[in-house]
């Protein structure tokens, strides 16, 4: 009995060994060649995406250094003309001045100069400073007309290599910073040239030209397009001093001793990898022609070798997919080895030990499998039964998340029955304010409004084919229409109209429809709706209570408006923790892009600027309890409207807006303003009969105009102006009743330019002119 279990235990192995076999001999027969042929090509591509790669590299250096060059090269030869000399054939220009005194007493050659170094400054990029240096009178006049001394000057560096500077001139490598010296406040670049009466003589020197060169700017004209994130051009000097970088922060740093020694060993152009910033990475070095300079490319190991290991991936992955097809060839021929019934008898296991079959638990295995079907079928028409009564709210259900993005097509089309056979369905987007109707409609009701929307909606786009809606969320109904031909632009259009018209005219409702529509049926309706839910968003630039079609629309606003969202949400937290930098830099980083992608005209984006300027209003008034008067927010509203390009906006919000939020919270940490104020009054007291503006007061007492203007109002009540002439007022009543002083002595003693602006004022002040109030007074005493 033993030896004919173990008979039959073998007979039913036997297939399985046969299926490992073909099995094992396909698997050898299919990976073996893919395998290779798949090294080959890896080791191929990735050598040739690293020549690449380092061909690119190189070509970006050489780029940077020929662009630098350039620049340094045109500074240098305008400096040139004006300083060459040859006092027999060609006298120079500024030679001329250096042998003359560059004094107060001398007005005359101090503004001839001037005009000189302001027209060699307008002929040159990314100067910051350009100053003439005269030996003889131990001057420097700067081309912002500041002349002087050399201990005012605050450079002795620049001045120390000045007078010892050779015929062929000299370079101060970048410095980040000028002790004392509050003209230069950034990274700056040193070049000075000698001016003496014979370019060809050293001892003819008589004075430098001195040139401080932007090195930020610079170093930003090294920068080009290209596909690396972490690409990086700078130059640094022989001690290893970053001079110039793409990255302004990184200029004035030094790189390691172990680098420097590797960049000044290196072969031009040569590649070298080293560890840079904590960063493995491969540097490309070129050196300098005419500076102690080195320009030197960096790029992350990673992103340079990601090209070629995606590659290598890529050609592994397809190895592994021809050897997985190769197994499952394998698999299929194995399982044909296999009793067919057999594998059927035991998918039907599970079925058999349920509580719900009832069959016969017999032998033929035909007849289980039979029985199991029909079991399946009967099961099936029940489910398909109680389905049916779930079938509107699960079709619902699926369109949304399918909408959503939440389920695939092939898993939505299963549940979704509405325009499955249609090759085109418009979308129409109703989107609704819903804190608008929350404050204006109790909650049922707004229900009720959405459901008469509803209504509305479908009976105007079973015009134009077969309709569905479906309330995406509160205060968003999407409306679709499906059709076996696309319809005409028009028709949508008209539709559109149609529909606003409606909601309009029986709900008076504002709403903002958008419209799209898919070319492939359910297949692209998620992108549609995705489409038309962007559009919407739109209405804060296009209004509201219209209808906005997503592909009349300029496809890079799309990009930009995504930025503009974030931006606008970076202000806002920026002013609510009170951070009133963060908010202006992010703005300005807003203004750029804006700029940079030249879509939006100042018209188009007039509404989203006025929504900026009211939240950034209320994030004010709600965070920190400011109060903006209703009159200061329409004079804000109103100046905004009048400003003609992005440029000017910019202006307007960096200066007016900006402004007033700085001097408001600066009040806030700052509340005890009055003692400066009453220095003020006091200050208007003892000099009424002097010129007194407010940017004067200002300066005295430390704070800005508008600080001063509002802090002015605040403590007596009325405005600068007002004030100065009420005081005035009163000192002219005194004088007219004590002196015998003429009316037109008076006006010129209290700084009026004629005595009918005197006596005008006057009137509008007390209600009598100067002579009549004279006499009246004369008359009651």
């Not at 060059?69 to 120079?92: F, H, V, W």
């Not at 540097?283 to 300079?293: E, T």
């Not at 028409?381 to 109680?386: A, K, T, V």
């Not at 002439?725 to 009163?730: H, L, N, S």
Request: aromatic fraction near 8%.
């Amino acid at each position: 009995m033993l030896a004919a279990k173990t008979h039959k235990f073998s007979h039913l192995l036997r297939p399985v060994r046969h299926k490992q076999k073909m099995l094992i001999s396909m698997l050898l027969l299919a990976t073996i060649p893919v395998l290779v042929l798949g090294l080959t090509i890896s080791n191929v591509l990735t050598s040739t995406i690293r020549e690449q790669a380092t061909l690119y590299n190189t070509t970006l250096l050489q780029h940077a250094q020929s662009k630098m060059n350039d620049q340094i090269k045109k500074i240098d030869e305008l400096l040139l003309q004006y300083t060459y000399s040859d006092k027999r054939a060609y006298p120079g220009i500024l030679a001329q001045f250096a042998m003359k005194e560059l004094s107060p007493r001398h007005p005359e050659v101090v503004r001839q100069l001037q005009n000189v170094l302001v027209n060699i400054r307008s002929g040159m990029e990314h100067v910051v400073e350009l100053d003439f240096y005269s030996f003889q009178s131990e001057r420097i006049l700067t081309s912002d007309n500041h002349l002087l001394t050399e201990e005012e000057f605050r450079d002795p560096l620049a001045l120390d290599r000045a007078r010892h500077i050779s015929l062929q001139g000299v370079w101060i490598d970048t410095r980040t910073s000028i002790p004392a010296n509050h003209r230069i406040d950034r990274n700056v670049l040193t070049l000075i040239r000698p001016i003496a009466e014979d370019s060809t003589e050293r001892k003819s020197i008589s004075g430098a030209i001195i040139a401080y060169l932007d090195a930020d700017t610079l170093g930003n004209q090294m920068s080009a397009k290209n596909s690396y994130s972490t690409l990086s051009l700078f130059a640094v000097n022989g001690q290893g001093q970053i001079m110039l970088d793409t990255d302004r922060n990184q200029i004035g740093r030094t790189i390691s001793a172990d680098n420097l020694e590797l960049i000044k060993n290196a072969e031009p152009l040569a590649q070298i990898r080293t560890r840079l910033n904590g960063v493995d990475s491969v540097l490309s070095v070129l050196p300098s022609r005419n500076q102690d300079w080195y320009y030197i490319s960096a790029i992350a190991e990673d992103e340079l070798n990601r090209s070629a290991d995606r590659v290598q991936g890529l050609t592994l992955g397809i190895s592994l997919t021809f050897v997985a097809v190769a197994a499952l060839l394998s698999l299929r021929a194995a399982t044909s080895l296999y009793r067919p019934v057999r594998k059927l008898t035991q998918a039907i296991q599970p079925l058999r030990s349920s509580k719900q079959w009832n069959g016969q638990d017999n032998d033929n295995e035909i007849e289980q499998v039979h029985h199991a079907i029909k079991s399946m079928i009967y099961e099936n028409r029940q489910l398909e039964s109680s389905l049916s009564r779930y079938r509107d709210k699960m079709e619902q259900h699926t369109l949304h998340q399918y909408l959503l993005g939440s389920i695939q097509e092939h898993e939505a089309r299963t549940d979704i029955q509405y325009g499955s056979s249609a090759s085109y369905i418009a979308i129409m987007l109703l989107a609704f304010d819903p804190w608008k109707l929350h404050a204006k409609y109790p909650h049922d009701d707004q229900y009720l409004l959405y459901f008469a929307v509803e209504n509305m909606a479908l009976e105007l786009a079973e015009r134009y084919g077969q309709a569905y809606s479906l309330m995406m969320k509160p205060g968003q109904l999407a409306v679709f229409i499906s059709h076996s031909e696309p319809l005409e632009p028009d028709q949508l259009k008209q539709a559109s109209a149609d529909l606003l018209h409606a909601i309009e005219t029986y709900l008076q409702l504002t709403v903002t429809l958008s419209v799209s529509y898919s070319l492939q049926g359910l297949g692209g309706l998620p992108d549609a709706y995705r489409q038309a839910e962007q559009a919407s968003r739109y209405r804060f630039v296009l209004n509201e209570d219209q209808a906005i079609f997503i592909h009349e629309l300029d496809p890079a606003l799309s990009f930009q408006l995504e930025d503009i969202t974030e931006s606008t949400y970076k202000i806002l937290d920026s002013l609510k923790a009170a951070k009133l930098e963060p908010a202006r830099t992010e703005f300005i980083h807003l203004m750029e892009g804006l700029k940079e992608g030249a879509i939006f005209s100042v018209d188009s984006v007039h509404g989203f600027f006025s929504q900026l300027l009211g939240s950034m209003l209320r994030c004010m008034e709600h965070h920190h309890g400011m109060e903006f008067a209703p009159e200061l927010q329409r004079m804000l509203l109103s100046a905004l409207s009048a400003q003609q390009t992005l440029g000017d906006v910019e202006a307007f919000f960096l200066i007016e807006v900006f402004g007033r939020l700085k001097t408001l919270l600066d009040e806030q940490a700052h509340p005890k303003h009055t003692e400066r104020i009453e220095r003020v009054i006091a200050y208007i007291h003892d000099h009424y009969d002097q010129d007194i503006s407010l940017q004067h007061c200002a300066d005295a007492i430390g704070l800005n105009t508008f600080q001063v203007s509002r802090l002015f109002k605040k403590h007596t009540g009325c405005n600068f102006v007002d004030y100065v002439i009420t005081y005035r007022i009163e000192k002219a009543k005194d004088m007219l009743l004590h002196t015998d002083m003429r009316i037109q002595d008076i006006a010129a003693k209290l700084r009026y330019t004629s005595v009918q602006n005197f006596i005008r004022t006057f009137k509008k002040t007390t209600g009598t002119t100067p002579g009549q109030y004279r006499k009246q007074m004369s008359e009651q005493e």
